[in-house]
Nanobody
């Protein structure tokens, strides 16, 4: 059974930091590209960051460059998103995504709220 389980979300003040984790099981994690998406109510789901299967390449949305870092540990089947200098506009549900060829899996999401 394929599972992607996100954790680490919550309420954080502007300028603060949060690290999200996504634990994967039920598929060969090490060959999948992993991504984080986010979605605010009433808006389309937005790609935040992507990391290749071996972790050699990463890509970021312009809105998070220099503030967010995606990483992965293939030995632990886990992908991370370190979010620094958070802004109110980063408030959203954050989703973990795994993709290999036409196969794609999603997590259930974790809420991040940036507010004072």
């Amino acid at each position: 059974q394929v599972q992607l389980v996100e954790s680490g979300g919550g309420l954080v003040q502007p300028g603060g930091s949060v690290r999200l984790s996504c634990a994967a099981s039920g598929f060969l994690f090490s060959i999948y590209a992993m991504s984080w998406y986010r979605q605010d109510p009433g808006k389309e789901r937005e790609l935040v960051a992507t990391i290749t299967s071996a972790g050699g390449r990463t890509n970021y949305a312009d809105s998070v460059k220099g503030r967010f870092t995606i990483s992965r540990d293939n030995a632990k089947n886990t992908v991370y998103l370190q979010m620094n200098n958070l802004k109110p506009e980063d408030t959203a549900v954050y989703y973990c995504n795994a993709q290999w060829n036409v196969l794609q899996y999603w997590g259930q999401g974790t809420q991040v709220t940036v507010s004072s």
